[in-house]
């Protein structure tokens, strides 16, 4: 003997072991790393409608292109109608919606008696 213990093939089974498992550690931690947790699933984090850029806030409220062509304009033609509905009811234009949200615009509306004209769109 020099002194140099010779491992068995039960260590050396051990030690294959010990690396294969440490291995394993190291790919899960990697897959945790790039794995966004929404609401605590594993989700991929890009948006659902143009699968570009993450999908956050801002993304869908104003930057998503494809959001952008029909979803955006929908929004702001409805947050107009509700401007609409309002000037209307205070220039005294007969509405035939009680709320805001079941009102859809004339392209021309006359109040006060005719010296108001609200245009639509
Ligand atoms: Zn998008």
Known sequence: MNGFIMP????????????????????TIIIII?????????????CRVCQKFD????????ACSILAKEQHIKRHDRVCAQLHFNICKE???QLDKKHWYEHVPESVE???????TILWN
């Open 8 to 27: 068995t093939k039960m260590t050396m089974m051990m030690i294959l072991l010990l690396l294969l498992l440490m291995m394993m550690v190291i790919i």
């Open 55 to 62: 999908e956050t806030i801002d993304h869908i409220i104003s």
């Open 91 to 93: 220039t005294g234009v």
């Open 110 to 116: 006359t109040g006060q008696g005719g010296n108001v």
């Open 34 to 46: 790039n794995t966004t947790k929404i609401l605590n699933t594993e989700t991929d984090s890009k």
